[in-house]
């Protein structure tokens, strides 16, 4: 579920604020003249001290005596927590206004020729003048800098063109610590639009700042190329003039809103895979209104209609191209525009900047796998922080559950580089000790995707092993699962990938249980999948093998579809094709696996709202045909709990997986309301009122069986400004409430950059299932009774008629391993 801001006048009122007043720039050239010349052309120069990249990377001089730069603002390196970079398109003669960076109206007026630098106003209705006047941009940690005329031009050449984009990406890497930085704006129009968007790239592919939160924005982008030069297809400057669809190799659109406007096709995917999507958020304001007279130059896009699925976000306007830069003189037309774009993208910036900046994305498109984590084998979850140490490189700091609700503690020097940063840590079982391990992938330049394992010796310390895999980057554009394909007990790693003729390939690697794995190389046959699809791990015929669950849009009719790939334990799948479902707006789901009926299958909830606003549970139990029974309960709960995430968790300990979804009162803090599964699709809804202050929704929800008890429990973390990390667990009980304890780890804010791994010890569902699954008795056994103050559930029957559900049972108890206290570990 999403969270949603509706910018009604009232709304962008209440964000924009009281108009700033005006402010002064000091505008800078990157070159200029030392004789006198005509206009900026002069036969002897001098480059500004400032900025020397322009030479290191061989931008020619006449374009540095034409690049106007104004840097607003600059702390020390160190003290930049945020960095904004607003950039206008390209211009011409004396220079235009622009909405973004404030510019006046021909500002290289006087500022060309032996003029180094010149001071011009900023429009206090810009971008930049609003951020400054936001209170969010503090000038003691912001660094913000405006590109009126960056001379990122269309007409250069694909060496020239990167020759500039290096020149920028020096110039304002060096201006802060990437550790430190808290939050990263770029912003551009047409042309500035593009060079924002190729430096935004940039920053997500490179391990130094692709943990940077960050927001790129685009207002009618122009490129030259495609993908954003991410592909090497280039357009020659000499074929600008021929009709678009001859020239570029990618589709166009029309604009639904004035069919005479044309915007290009670019592949989001190729700009920002799906790997380096976290805290990240695109809006791109698009019109595709010819450039001048050159009817080829167009703005791009990437779907056909307005769109919003959390990380991307576009809109269609109808304003010519000129128009999109913006003037803000009320005489103008665009008056009329600034409304509908500068404001939507004020807002953008603004509410992820104060409401959502560090916390998890709601939408959660790709529910957090839930992999146990429970390094000393006691069968009590543990928790492990990680972060990057300067001078140490990869750090561990491992919670080890004492069952109490407190934890030992034991700090552990893994070493790793930052390239680790690219594929993130996992957990599992490699090797038979019952202990779970960590996996570090990284990209080697030349060797390709290398596994280093750290196995667990069981005290919060690990010994390593590496693997040499050889997969290239396109294996890292879906999710790295991790299961147990061939139901040896050990962990496997699986990679499925989108391949640019195949279609979808699921790279498998088996694990020997030394830190080394076999390669399978799997071809599924189903085409391309698009951009919606998502991929889930399970065991959904109970074979203890893992089996992959997928849904899609469909292309053709944009209903959602699940299919189910099931594991022949060789590296190779089965496949079964679901029927379609209805229509259904595919940024309102969240789907997750779980074992709904504790039959020791892998079942699918997908939450929804309907077309009339309602919240759905669609719960799918499988059949060993890969087809489905589908029950369907629909919830009171309002859109309250869309603006925060929901998690599954068998709370009660019926070995049932719940639902809990999380709300925010003024008054009474956190509320936790939880749907108590019946075992048949319905739901028995539950209330608890936790009190938490608003800090705990700054980090990811962890669970796991941090105590003794079958019981799910969960753990929030907040951090004090003496006490450092606090943990917050809350123990489920058989009831589906909680109790609470509270425990002051002291870590510092370092390992809040880091995705903290946590999970469940008993199997759930998931897909990893060492140590074995338990006998878990019969699935038509009542549910657990809860109190009688929970509130009813509704729609008690199934809105689509299903099967009965009728599974046999495991015939066999596996006894549990003897209980292990936790070692009393010392940093």
Same mark, same amino acid.
């Given at each position: 579920?999403?969270k949603r801001?509706?910018l009604?006048?009232?709304?962008?009122?209440?964000?924009?604020?009281?108009?700033?007043?005006?402010?002064?720039?000091?505008?800078?050239?990157?070159?200029?003249?030392?004789?006198?010349?005509?206009?900026?052309?002069?036969?002897?120069?001098?480059?500004n001290?400032k900025?020397?990249e322009?030479?290191?990377?061989?931008?020619?001089?006449?374009?540095?005596?034409?690049?106007?730069?104004?840097?607003?603002?600059?702390?020390?390196?160190?003290?930049?927590?945020?960095?904004v970079?607003?950039?206008?398109?390209?211009?011409?003669?004396?220079?235009?206004?622009?909405?973004?960076?404030?510019q006046?109206?021909?500002?290289?007026?006087?500022?060309?020729?032996?003029?180094?630098?010149?001071?011009?106003?900023?429009?206090?209705?810009?971008?930049?003048?609003?951020?400054? !006047?936001?209170?969010?941009?503090?000038?003691?940690?912001t660094?913000?800098?405006?590109?009126?005329? !960056?001379?990122?031009?269309?007409?250069?050449?694909?060496?020239?063109?990167?020759?500039?984009?290096?020149?920028?990406?020096?110039?304002?890497?060096?201006?802060?610590?990437?550790?430190?930085?808290?939050?990263?704006?770029?912003? *551009?129009?047409?042309?500035?639009?593009?060079l924002?968007?190729?430096?935004?790239?940039?920053?997500?592919?490179?391990?130094?700042?692709?943990?940077i939160?960050?927001?790129?924005?685009?207002?009618?982008?122009?490129?030259?190329?495609?993908?954003?030069?991410?592909?090497?297809?280039e357009?020659?400057?000499?074929?600008?003039?021929?009709?678009?669809?001859?020239?570029l190799?990618?589709?166009?659109?029309?604009?639904?809103?004035?069919?005479?406007?044309?915007?290009?096709?670019?592949?989001?995917?190729?700009?920002?895979?799906?790997?380096?999507?976290?805290?990240?958020?695109?809006?791109?304001?698009?019109?595709?209104?010819?450039?001048?007279?050159?009817?080829?130059?167009?703005?791009?896009?990437?779907?056909?209609?307005?769109?919003?699925? *959390?990380?991307?976000?576009?809109?269609?306007?109808?304003?010519?191209?000129?128009d999109?830069?913006?003037?803000?003189?009320?005489?103008?037309?665009?008056?009329?525009?600034?409304?509908?774009?500068?404001?939507?993208?004020?807002?953008?910036?603004?509410?992820?900047?104060?409401?959502?900046?560090?916390?998890?994305?709601?939408?959660?498109?790709?529910?957090?796998?839930?992999?146990?984590?429970d390094?000393?084998?006691?069968?009590?979850?543990?928790?492990?922080?990680?972060?990057?140490?300067?001078?140490?490189?990869?750090?561990?700091h491992?919670?080890?559950?004492?069952?109490?609700?407190?934890?030992?503690?034991?700090?552990?020097?893994?070493?790793?580089?930052?390239?680790?940063?690219?594929?993130?840590?996992?957990?599992?079982?490699?090797?038979k000790?019952?202990?779970?391990?960590?996996?570090?992938?990284?990209q080697?330049?030349?060797?390709?995707?290398?596994?280093?394992?750290?196995?667990?010796?069981?005290?919060?310390?690990?010994?390593?092993?590496?693997?040499?895999?050889?997969?290239?980057?396109?294996?890292?554009?879906?999710?790295?699962?991790?299961?147990?394909?061939?139901?040896?007990?050990?962990?496997?790693?699986?990679?499925?990938?989108?391949?640019?003729?195949?279609?979808?390939?699921?790279?498998?690697?088996?694990?020997?249980?030394?830190?080394?794995?076999?390669?399978?190389?799997?071809?599924?046959?189903?085409?391309?999948?698009?951009?919606?699809?998502?991929?889930?791990?399970?065991?959904?015929?109970?074979?203890?093998?893992?089996?992959?669950?997928?849904?899609?849009?469909?292309?053709?009719?944009?209903?959602?579809?699940?299919?189910?790939?099931?594991?022949?334990?060789?590296?190779?799948?089965?496949?079964?094709?679901?029927?379609?479902?209805?229509?259904?707006?595919?940024?309102?789901?969240?789907?997750?696996?779980?074992?709904?009926?504790?039959?020791?299958?892998?079942?699918?909830?997908?939450?929804?709202?309907?077309?009339k606003?309602q919240?759905?549970?669609?719960?799918?139990?499988?059949?060993?045909?890969?087809?489905?029974?589908?029950?369907?309960?629909?919830?009171?709960?309002?859109?309250?709990?869309?603006?925060?995430?929901?998690?599954?968790?068998?709370?009660?300990?019926?070995?049932?997986?719940?639902?809990?979804?999380?709300?925010?009162?003024?008054?009474?803090?956190?509320?936790?309301?939880?749907?108590?599964?019946?075992?048949?699709?319905?739901?028995?809804?539950?209330?608890?009122?936790?009190?938490?202050? !608003?800090?705990v929704?700054?980090?990811?929800?962890?669970?796991?069986?941090?105590?003794?008890?079958?019981?799910?429990?969960?753990?929030?973390?907040?951090?004090?400004?003496?006490?450092?990390?606090?943990?917050?667990?809350?123990?489920?009980?058989?009831?589906?409430?909680?109790?609470?304890?509270?425990?002051?780890?002291?870590?510092?804010? !370092?390992?809040?950059?880091?995705?903290?791994?946590?999970?469940?010890?008993?199997?759930?569902?998931g897909?990893t299932?060492?140590?074995?699954?338990?006998?878990?008795?019969?699935?038509?056994?009542?549910?657990?009774?809860?109190?009688?103050?929970?509130?009813?559930?509704?729609?008690?029957?199934?809105?689509?008629?299903?099967?009965?559900?009728?599974?046999?049972?495991?015939?066999?108890?596996?006894?549990?391993?003897?209980?292990?206290?936790?070692?009393?570990?010392?940093?």
């Amino acid at each position: 579920m999403r969270k949603r801001y509706l910018l009604t006048s009232a709304c962008i009122s209440m964000v924009v604020g009281s108009p700033a007043l005006a402010e002064d720039m000091l505008v800078e050239r990157v070159r200029y003249c030392t004789k006198p010349g005509i206009e900026n052309v002069c036969g002897s120069t001098q480059l500004n001290s400032k900025f020397k990249e322009w030479n290191t990377h061989g931008v020619e001089t006449q374009e540095q005596l034409e690049t106007y730069i104004s840097i607003i603002n600059q702390p020390e390196r160190s003290k930049v927590k945020r960095v904004v970079f607003v950039s206008a398109g390209q211009q011409i003669n004396d220079g235009y206004p622009n909405a973004l960076t404030g510019q006046p109206d021909k500002y290289k007026k006087d500022c060309k020729n032996q003029t180094k630098n010149c001071m011009r106003p900023i429009h206090p209705m810009s971008l930049v003048g609003r951020l400054r !006047a936001s209170g969010e941009f503090d000038d003691s940690e912001t660094l913000y800098i405006s590109a009126l005329d !960056a001379k990122f031009g269309y007409f250069r050449s694909v060496e020239q063109k990167q020759n500039r984009e290096n020149a920028y990406w020096d110039f304002l890497t060096s201006k802060f610590d990437p550790s430190n930085v808290e939050l990263m704006v770029l912003a *551009g129009q047409s042309r500035g639009g593009c060079l924002m968007y190729r430096l935004g790239s940039r920053m997500r592919k490179s391990t130094k700042h692709q943990n940077i939160p960050l927001i790129v924005q685009g207002y009618d982008p122009v490129c030259t190329t495609p993908d954003l030069n991410v592909d090497g297809l280039e357009l020659p400057a000499g074929n600008v003039r021929i009709s678009p669809t001859s020239t570029l190799p990618t589709n166009k659109v029309n604009n639904p809103l004035n069919s005479s406007f044309i915007s290009y096709i670019v592949n989001m995917d190729k700009v920002f895979p799906a790997a380096f999507r976290d805290n990240l958020k695109v809006l791109n304001i698009h019109a595709g209104g010819k450039v001048g007279s050159q009817n080829v130059i167009r703005s791009f896009t990437w779907y056909n209609k307005d769109t919003d699925i *959390g990380w991307w976000k576009q809109k269609w306007v109808n304003y010519e191209h000129n128009d999109m830069g913006g003037y803000l003189t009320s005489a103008s037309a665009t008056a009329h525009a600034r409304p509908a774009i500068g404001d939507v993208g004020y807002a953008h910036i603004y509410n992820y900047s104060k409401y959502e900046l560090g916390r998890p994305d709601p939408t959660n498109f790709r529910a957090k796998p839930r992999y146990p984590v429970d390094v000393n084998g006691d069968r009590k979850s543990d928790i492990i922080l990680a972060y990057r140490d300067r001078n140490k490189g990869l750090t561990f700091h491992t919670k080890i559950s004492n069952g109490d609700g407190t934890f030992s503690h034991k700090k552990h020097v893994a070493g790793d580089g930052v390239g680790t940063h690219d594929w993130g840590l996992h957990s599992g079982y490699f090797n038979k000790d019952s202990k779970t391990d960590i996996l570090a992938p990284y990209q080697h330049k030349t060797q390709g995707l290398i596994l280093r394992t750290k196995m667990s010796n069981g005290d919060g310390t690990y010994s390593e092993k590496s693997h040499i895999a050889g997969d290239g980057v396109s294996a890292n554009d879906l999710p790295m699962l991790i299961g147990d394909i061939d139901g040896d007990g050990l962990s496997d790693v699986i990679m499925p990938y989108q391949h640019p003729t195949d279609g979808l390939r699921i790279r498998t690697k088996t694990s020997n249980g030394d830190g080394s794995f076999n390669n399978h190389d799997f071809k599924a046959g189903d085409g391309n999948l698009g951009k919606t699809l998502r991929v889930h791990a399970g065991d959904v015929n109970g074979d203890k093998k893992t089996d992959l669950i997928y849904l899609y849009q469909r292309g053709s009719d944009e209903k959602m579809e699940v299919r189910t790939r099931t594991s022949n334990g060789d590296g190779t799948f089965g496949y079964s094709k679901t029927l379609p479902l209805h229509y259904t707006p595919w940024t309102n789901i969240q789907s997750f696996v779980a074992d709904v009926n504790r039959d020791g299958k892998s079942d699918l909830i997908v939450l929804e709202r309907g077309n009339k606003g309602q919240l759905e549970a669609h719960t799918f139990f499988f059949k060993p045909d890969g087809n489905y029974d589908r029950v369907i309960e629909k919830f009171s709960d309002g859109p309250e709990v869309d603006a925060m995430e929901t998690i599954v968790a068998d709370v009660n300990g019926d070995r049932r997986t719940d639902i809990v979804m999380r709300v925010r009162d003024k008054t009474k803090g956190l509320i936790l309301r939880v749907k108590l599964s019946q075992g048949n699709g319905h739901y028995t809804s539950s209330e608890y009122s936790a009190g938490d202050g !608003a800090s705990v929704d700054n980090l990811h929800i962890l669970s796991g069986h941090y105590d003794s008890g079958r019981h799910t429990d969960l753990a929030l973390r907040y951090r004090h400004s003496q006490k450092g990390l606090i943990f917050r667990t809350k123990h489920g009980t058989s009831q589906g409430s909680f109790t609470e304890k509270e425990f002051a780890s002291g870590d510092g804010s !370092a390992v809040d950059k880091m995705e903290a791994l946590s999970g469940p010890v008993f199997w759930d569902g998931g897909a990893t299932f060492n140590p074995p699954r338990e006998s878990i008795g019969s699935s038509t056994a009542p549910a657990v009774n809860v109190n009688t103050t929970v509130k009813p559930g509704i729609g008690l029957k199934p809105v689509e008629s299903s099967k009965p559900i009728a599974r046999p049972l495991p015939s066999t108890k596996k006894a549990l391993p003897s209980s292990i206290k936790p070692k009393k570990v010392n940093e």
